[in-house]
């Protein structure tokens, strides 16, 4: 009896030094992440709020200080420009298309890489070099290639005759946003490729044994088990990328600069914000992007801890 | 058809296939070479090999801007970069990997939030911040600001690996009387070389990258960055750009980049898929 009540009392009440340790250890905790929380309080916190806050004033670059409150009249004027819809339907596209094709390439590039063959290194140390070119140069790269007088990309199709015309890749509104959506594919394929063969790589090797020997057709495999089994992985995969997809601003804006047909939310902010020096407006179309990004994320943050249960 | 046919033509397609995604990821790299070492009118015929190579661009680029003075200030700014996230990351990872306390999984998330900040949303406040603080046209406020994308994954990346070094060699440290600061840098350090390589790694490659906040916190030529520098080459008039010089600056940056990528392209790629595999 007395046995029990002691060892019910050890686990109730732990002794009193381990109890002076773990707050001790508690505190040093705090202690030891205060920097990092501060800085990232100046730096991402402030910041943010100061932005909402401009948001609903008449702030203006020139004269930051005479700011004004004016309320919601900038959301009002935000949600009814059609330019800012414009660059939501080009930014959603853009996401869209983007992700799609970087999703089905960067599958077909991981079960490349997940193969045994000579020369596996030389295909991944390839597919690495989009992603090491920083987007700035990659946009040079890609806008010469795309050039319409002297691109590479117009002649070779001229040469296989599929144009007579050169074609205006980044000036022509029909091709501006294919052209970018091509480029950034290139650029973001090797990251999804990655993130899958990661995924692909952490799969049970039974199901495949046992398919062998069953003799199950490749692409049958692929569907009826890789798929299945990679559906966690591929889903973090493309929300983030998603997110990521949103938020675009330096592909484009090196490569068509404020073009319309391009422009993305985050072009258009900038815009407003830097070129027309309208920080209010600009603080206001920059604060419903975040709300937009913020609201994915908590939806796949939360379907992510749901699933996982740690 | 037969088995082995049908196996054959199976290889073969797989092959072509590696063939394309190869060409398709290394010409655009191949054809910046190429196009750099063309002078003149040469630049304006698609050749595959300039029949006159010369360096003329790569002269260029460094005579009509201070390219080489943007090439050290990136340099600067990526190096302060890493070394002060890895700082910050190290110590908040011991706190977040090792230490249970309330409110570790929300802060741990809210962390990783942070990376989800669109830079637009914050560029207005820090602008503002960037200016009270006299470092407009600064390279530390770039070294600043970055840590908004930097801290996130470097914290988190640590975090995991900081969960998974044993438990023993705490617990001896603790048992000895050592204070959490002499565990982290006497017990911990040591063993995070990997991970500190590889995180500060990825650090330097998204310093070196970033262009928004570059544009908009610098505002001479010679305090410019890099990727500033190449978006900003323009040419005699406004509808004349120096394809040339563009292409040989885009060159002289990448092919160090591309060297460090290659010789860390497994610490990379587990330092790429840690974060978001584990996480």
């Not at chain 1, 294919?178 to 090797?190: E, Y």
């Not at chain 1, 484009?252 to 920080?279: E, H, P, W």
């Not at chain 2, 249970?100 to 207005?124: D, E, N, Y």
Request: a neutral charge; aromatic letters at 12%; proline letters at 5%.
């Amino acid at each position: 009896m007395s046995t029990v009540v002691v060892a019910a009392e050890e686990i109730v009440a732990p002794p009193e030094k381990a109890s002076r340790l773990t707050r001790e250890r508690v505190r040093s905790a705090w202690l030891f992440m205060a920097p990092m929380l501060v800085v990232l309080a100046l730096v991402a916190g402030w910041p943010l709020a100061r932005t909402m806050w401009f948001g609903f004033t008449d702030a203006n670059l020139s004269d930051l200080a005479a700011a004004e409150f004016i309320g919601f009249v900038n959301y009002v004027y935000l949600l009814q420009d059609p330019d800012w819809w414009n660059a939501v339907w080009n930014t959603v596209v853009f996401a869209t298309i983007s992700v799609s094709i970087e999703t089905v390439l960067g599958m077909a590039i991981a079960l490349a890489l997940n193969a045994h063959f000579g020369g596996r290194g030389l295909l991944r140390a390839a597919v690495l070099i989009p992603w090491a070119i920083p987007t700035v140069v990659s946009a040079q790269m890609w806008g010469w290639m795309f050039h319409d007088v002297f691109g590479v990309i117009n002649e070779g199709l001229k040469v296989l005759g599929l144009i007579d015309e050169p074609i205006a890749w980044t000036a022509s509104p029909d091709t501006a946003l294919i052209a970018v959506i091509l480029v950034d594919v290139w650029k973001t394929t090797p990251f999804m490729a990655l993130l899958l063969l990661a995924g692909l790589q952490m799969l049970p090797q039974e199901c495949y044994e046992s398919a062998r020997v069953d003799g199950v057709h490749p692409v049958r495999v692929f569907f009826k088990i890789t798929l299945p089994l990679l559906k966690p992985a591929l889903m973090v995969a493309i929300i983030f990328r998603v997110l990521d997809a949103f938020r675009i601003f330096d592909l484009i804006y090196v490569m068509s600069g404020n073009n319309k047909d391009t422009m993305s939310m985050s072009i258009y902010a900038r815009q407003q914000l830097v070129d027309f020096q309208d920080v209010g407006y600009g603080s206001a179309a920059a604060t419903m992007l975040f709300l937009i990004i913020a609201l994915f994320t908590v939806v796949y943050l939360t379907l992510g801890r749901i699933g996982r249960e740690d | 058809m037969s088995r082995t046919t049908k196996k054959l033509i199976g290889r073969g397609a797989f092959y072509l296939f590696l063939v394309v995604i190869v060409f398709y990821t290394v010409f655009p790299f191949y054809w910046a070479i190429v196009s750099s070492l063309k002078t003149g009118s040469e630049l304006f015929k698609v050749e595959f090999w300039p029949s006159d190579p010369a360096w003329d661009n790569y002269v260029a680029v460094f005579r009509e801007q201070p390219f080489g003075r943007n090439i050290l200030n990136s340099v600067f700014v990526a190096v302060s970069t890493v070394l002060l996230s890895l700082s910050l990351a190290v110590a908040a990872a011991y706190a977040l990997g090792r230490i249970q306390f309330r409110g570790r999984t929300t802060l741990l998330f809210v962390v990783l939030g942070v990376s989800m900040f669109p830079q637009i949303a914050v560029l207005s406040g820090m602008f503002e911040l960037i200016r009270a603080m006299g470092l407009y046209n600064n390279l530390f406020a770039l070294t600043l600001s970055y840590m908004i994308f930097t801290l996130p994954f470097t914290v988190w990346v640590l975090t995991t690996f900081m969960r998974e070094l044993p438990k023993e060699l705490e617990e001896a440290a603790i048992v000895d009387g050592a204070k959490p600061y002499t565990i982290v840098t006497k017990v911990f350090m040591p063993l995070m070389g990997p991970a500190l390589a590889t995180t500060g790694l990825l650090a330097f490659i998204a310093a070196w990258n970033e262009f928004l906040f570059a544009l908009t916190f610098t505002l001479s030529s010679e305090m410019r960055t890099v990727p500033v520098a190449i978006a900003l080459i323009s040419g005699a008039s406004s509808y004349e750009l120096p394809w040339g010089n563009i292409m040989a600056a885009s060159v002289i940056v990448t092919v160090p980049l591309i060297v460090l990528v290659l010789i860390f392209q497994r610490a990379i790629v587990s330092g790429l898929t840690a974060g978001a595999v584990k996480g």
